[in-house]
């Protein structure tokens, strides 16, 4: 099993430019999550959703947008990339019922410049 | 709100001892979920434990323990006869359980360096 997939794993953007982070699972989980992780400061939560159609915020969703039209993709955007979005990001996973862990992906080192 | 303390910022300890890694906790909720997570130096997520509020009972799978203690908000994780790869930063977790694992809020993380 492919598990949760990112893509791209390395980003570099201009300030100001656009972009969407892909993340896709193939474990037909309901959950699906975006975290930043930044150097001192842990994972923090941008987005989620509890099923296709559903999105809500998290800690720190400004700058970010999403969607979730199918159970298996839930794409992150950044709309006009800012220095200060400088981080790795992480897509998570997990099924709505049952004693389960949250999956997570490689991750997307994104720097901004 | 919710709330992690990993005070430990970082941690050395010579291969073979123990060492513990401490986490706690702040929530209003009475039903909640604690999670630790490991990522080593290749930078992935790694699952180790997930405990919900009402389970007390303190846990060991091989090397690895963790005590739970609701009286002191407390999840510490302890390794005992450490080798080099546990080398890592942990990551203590939390969620409510309306929300099950689709919202979780991480400590700040404890980078544990085992020495050879």
């Known amino acids: 099993n492919a598990g949760v997939t990112q893509t791209p794993k390395f980003q570099v953007l201009k300030t100001g430019q656009s972009m969407t982070l892909q993340c896709a699972q193939d474990?037909?989980?309901?959950?699906m999550s975006w975290y930043r992780q930044d150097p001192g400061m842990g994972l923090r939560l941008i987005h989620y959703?509890?099923?296709?159609?559903?999105?809500d915020q998290g800690e720190v969703p400004n700058g970010y947008n999403v969607s979730r039209s199918t159970t298996e993709d839930f794409p992150l955007r950044l709309l006009s990339a800012a220095p200060s979005q400088t981080s790795v990001y992480f897509c998570?996973?997990?099924?709505?019922?049952?004693?389960?862990?949250?999956?997570f992906g490689q991750g997307t080192r994104l720097t901004v410049v | 709100a919710q709330k992690v303390t990993q005070a430990q910022t970082e941690i050395s300890v010579v291969e073979k001892e123990d060492v513990t890694l401490d986490c706690v906790y702040e929530?209003?909720?009475?039903?909640?979920?604690l999670f630790w997570y490991k990522q080593p130096p290749s930078g992935e997520l790694v699952f180790l434990i997930r405990?919900?509020?009402?389970?007390?009972q303190n846990e060991i799978s091989g090397r690895y323990s963790w005590n739970f203690q609701k009286s002191t908000s407390s999840f510490n994780f302890t390794i005992t006869a450490s080798q080099v790869v546990d080398s890592a930063v942990y990551f203590c977790?939390?969620?409510?359980?309306?929300?099950?694992?689709?919202?979780?809020?991480f400590g700040t993380g404890t980078r544990l360096t085992i020495i050879p």
């Open positions: 977790a939390l969620s409510e359980a309306n929300f099950g694992n689709e919202k979780l809020t």
């Open positions: 474990m037909n989980h309901e959950y």
């Open positions: 998570a996973s997990s099924k709505r019922t049952g004693n389960t862990e949250a999956f």
């Open positions: 929530t209003r909720d009475t039903t909640y979920y």
């Open positions: 405990r919900n509020s009402f389970d007390e």
């Open positions: 959703s509890v099923g296709a159609g559903i999105t």
